[in-house]
Structures are given as C-alpha cells and as structure tokens.
C-alpha cells in the first residue's frame, strides 16, 4: 500500500511503513497542525480558528479503522472544543503546559506501547512528547529543529491538509484506506 501513498503524497521508507502498521493512537497538536497556526482575535475578543475538512474526514476515517485520536494543545479555547466533538475526537486536552504529563496519562489509560503511538506537531513545544512516540511526525511548515529530527515530515502544511496526510499513510500502511465513506466535517 505504500506505492498507493507515494502516488498521493511522497515516498516513504519500508522502516517509516513499519512503524505507522502498529500505530494504534494519533496525537495531535492544535494550532499549526488542525489550524495554519494563526489566531483571529475580533474586537470583542472573540478567537476564530479555521480547520480543513480533509483533516476531520481523516480524523473520523482513521477512527472507523480502530485507530483512537487525541489532542493535546497548550492554549485552550471552545473552539477546539467544538471541532474535536464534532469528529468525536475522545480525548481532549487543553491547557497543557506540560504535554508530557497528558501524554504518560493517555498511554497508561489506552495501554499503549510507546511504539504504538504517533504525535503530530509543529513547535519546539511538541517535541518533548515527539521523542517519546513511535513515530514522529511534523508539518510540512514545523519549525525546522522539528523537522530535521521528526521521523516523517508531512508534504502538506499545518491547516492544510497535514493531518489528513498522516491519516492517510497509518490507514494505507495498515491496509485499510478508503474502507470509510462518511463526511468530511
């Protein structure tokens, strides 16, 4: 099935195929990842973030494969609220100064192997949990320390499709691409 990613994305090596075959937990980063990483302050002070569709089929795609999804996210915001509940994203949490912290709780929670989990970031402040997964990931447009030691590095960047991009090769990789056709909301 990598053949079928390399088409769609870039190529990837046997050992990056590997890792993403066990891969049974997808973390995520918040902003620069589900978002492009800017934050829309209104005179009122409301905060508008906007999130890419593809991302969200990706997310409930990757969820009918048996795949659990969670965020972890240092600022905290309804928005992010509302858009994990609706892709019935279960684990959410905000306001993690220490992402570490979340992540240990998670793994012990699910029962996971560290070789079972992916995280995918965009920031120095992700990179703590990142060196604790089985697979690495950054956006495309991470800050370049993250991308030089990330074990993937997505072709697409944060709020534009990257998370959808690393959906697709854990589900190509563990041979169940395409077997969800729900919405992409």
């Known amino acids: ?3 079928l990613f ?3 994305y870039q190529a990837i090596s046997p050992e990056l195929e590997q890792k993403a075959r066990h891969i ?3 973390i995520c980063d918040v902003d620069g990842v589900f978002s492009d990483g800017r934050i ?3 005179n009122q002070g409301e905060e508008l973030k906007a999130f890419h569709t593809r991302d969200g089929y990706g997310i409930k795609a990757l969820r009918h494969a048996g795949v659990e999804v969670a965020v972890i996210t240092g600022r905290r915001s309804e928005i992010v609220q509302q858009r994990m509940a609706s892709l019935t994203v279960p684990y959410i949490y905000q306001g993690q100064e220490n992402k570490l912290a979340a992540f240990a709780e998670l793994q012990q929670k699910l029962a996971l192997e560290a070789s079972q989990i992916a995280f995918i970031g965009d920031d120095l402040a ?3 949990v990142m060196q604790h997964c089985g697979l690495s990931v950054a956006v495309q447009d991470a800050h370049p320390y993250l991308a030089l030691h990330a074990d993937y590095r997505c072709k697409l960047p944060g709020g534009f499709g990257a998370v959808r991009e690393l959906c697709d090769l854990l589900l190509t990789s563990q041979g169940k691409f395409a077997e969800f056709s729900g919405s992409s909301t």
């Open 40 to 42: 829309y302050l209104g």
């Open 126 to 128: 992700d990179w703590a």
């Open 1 to 3: 099935m990598s053949s």
């Open 24 to 26: 049974r937990l997808l």
């Open 6 to 8: 390399t088409q769609m």
